[in-house]
Structure formats: C-alpha cells, structure tokens
C-alpha cells in the first residue's frame, strides 16, 4: 500500500482509516519521508504512543516542539515556553500551577457560568434554521468560555478565533494564511496575551489569568514572557478541540437517529458518549517528540535525533485495545483513548473540555427536538487538526 500520511489532502475525507490499519498490522513504528527532506518516524499502535508519552527522557517535547514541521528559530523560542512544548524540569512547576485553576471543585464553579452561556446560544440559535453547525453552535461555547475564563474583552473574541484558526490550520486555503501570516499571527496572539500579563500582574484579580500571573509556585511566579507563551496555548487548545469535539460528536448523533433518541431519552449516558466522541473525533491526528538517544520501540532501532510522531487517531482505533472499533458505542467502557494525550503532557483543559460538551448536549436536548444534515460536512485541510469547518444542518427547535 502506499502510504502517505503527511499530506493534508489526505485527511480531507476524514482519519485515512486504511492507510492506519495497515501501519498497525504491518509497520507500527514506521518511517516515513518528510516533502521537505528527511523524515520522521510513525508510531501508531495504541500501546506504542502510550510508551512514547511516558518516556518523557527518551521522547522530548522540548528539542523540537511538538509538530512535524521544523518551526523557525523565533517562533520555536516561543513554542518552548508552552507548557506542551517543555520537558521535565521546566515542565512540572508552570503545569502545578495551572492545573490547580482545573480542579474539580473549581470546574463545579464554573458549572453554572458555562450553563448561562450555553443556554444564551441556544436560545439565539431557534431562529436561525439552516446553519453551519461549526462556526454558528458548536464554536460559540468554548470561545466565549475561554475567553470569560481569562476575561478577554468581548470585541477581542472573533480575533482569538481567527489567530487560532491561522496556527492550527494553516494548511486549509480557507482557514489559513502564508507561512508569514500564520507565524505573525503567533506573534501577535503572544505579544496581546504578555501585554494582558503586564496590566493584571499584582492587581488581584479573579480572572484565569491574574490567578496564574499572581500565583506563587516553588517560590516563583509565571513571569509576563512565560504566560506569552501559556496564553496561545489555552486560548488555541480552548477554541480548536472542543469545537471539533462538538460538532463531530452531533454528527455522529445526527447520523444515527436512534443513539440520538437514546442519548436525549438517557441523559446518564451522556458522559459515556463523551469519550467515544473524543475516541472516535480524535481533535488532533498527533503530536510530535525528538529522540535524546538511541532507543528501540517495538523493535525498531531509533537515533538520537530522530523524529518520533506519536499517531493518536490511529491508537484510537487500534484493534488490539478496542473492541469493533470502527463502531461508534455509546455504552463503551472501558475507553482508554488517547484524544487529550497521556502521561505528563496529558491535556490540561480535559475535563474542562468534557464539562463543556456534556452542559452543551445536555442544553441542546432541551432546546431542539432533533439536527437534520442538509449536506455532507467537509473537514479541515490538515494533517494534525481533525475536525470539520462546515457542517451544513436544519435546528429543530421544541415548541
């Protein structure tokens, strides 16, 4: 078979389901060439990520950050000070102090805020009828969400998007830009967020992000230039994933009327269909890591330097962990997908990004009877971003 899972027109018809069965059943840890020169190594059975993301002194974030494309020399400076893009011992102190803003007890205070604004969508919603389901719902909650987090004023919220869309997918003609204008708007999303830093750093406030500049951590606080970095990082993993998550997830449902019923008749289950939406969604197709010396994973030989592309829309699907995995399931369980990652770099915004699908499917059921799919959904051009950017629908409001 011939492979090629580097370019991006190969993922416009969704995951390239086939090309990843044959690398599991034939070549797990595989070398694939770069168009660039070069190449990467393709790791895509489930247990093998797995390895890969617990072996943080093997496999580093940090040597060339996290995507497959070799970033230029400023913008991979900033990509450094993301917490997704450092290694151990960076990595633990600036991750304690942000994953205390995600516990438990504070996402049930959260509840209610992220309730009122998924409530407010819905209801502006009723009167629309035909939508693109995308960029008129399922992008709307986790923006506003984000931004109320870090209050972000409200005229800024259609350019955090559009920054976001810019980095993550600037591979689709649509979305994206020129490298230039993707690298600028890195910049200029990290220059507003130290600027942001700067006007909230010792003033007390009770924003997402004075509660991280201010928060005092083995001694030390985040400094204005860390959370530059900190902040592209929230702000793109809270818009992008959650909305992939969402609208992917209605599809499935709108697909297959009966789990809808189901799902609307049985709110318990809702969370159960929440990780197999993430299972079966997969927002991101892979993460990167640079190899710090030789090794060997699942027999293959691997050189320092090498690049290691940890798969997770392969893993997801992978046979010898899940059970019919081409079916969509509902009542899975157990589900140990890799959609946020694993081990130390295992996404911070998980739960929050479950909290907001569950409050949002659960407000949805309230407020429609049903989604009818009016035209086939396209997907993102990109290799690294799974999800749709069009999802022509008809809302059936209840009376």
Known sequence: MAIDIYNPDNYTAGIPHEQFAWLR??????????????????????????????????YSAEQGFVLVDDLPDDILSMARNQLLGMDPPRHAPLRRAVITR????????????????ARDIMARARDLGEVNFVEDLAGDLPTAVICSLLDIPRDMWAQIRRWSDLQTSASDPDLGGTPDEVNQAS???GTYGFELACERKDRGGEDLISLLINQEVDGQKVTEAEFASLFIQITVAGNETTRGLISSGLYQLASRPQL????????????????EMLRWTCPLHYFRRTATADAELAGQAIKAGDKV??????????????????????????????AFGHGIHLCLGANLARLEARIFLEEFFEQFSGLELTAEPTFIRSNLVHGFKDMPARLLPRD
């Open 25 to 58: 059943d034939n070549a797990p840890v595989y070398w694939h060439q770069h168009p660039q020169g070069g190449g990467y190594w393709v790791v895509s059975r489930h247990a093998d990520v797995v390895t890969v993301s617990r072996d943080f002194r093997t």
């Open 102 to 117: 995600f516990t438990s007890s504070r996402l049930q205070q959260l509840e209610p805020g992220i309730r009122a604004i």
């Open 187 to 189: 910049v200029e999303m």
């Open 260 to 275: 809808y019923r189901e799902l609307e008749s049985h709110r318990g289950l809702i969370p159960s269909a929440v990780e």
């Open 309 to 338: 592309v940890m798969l997770y829309s392969s893993a997801n699907f992978d046979e010898r962990v899940f059970d019919k995995p081409m079916t969509f399931d509902i009542h899975r369980d157990p589900n140990p997908h890799l």
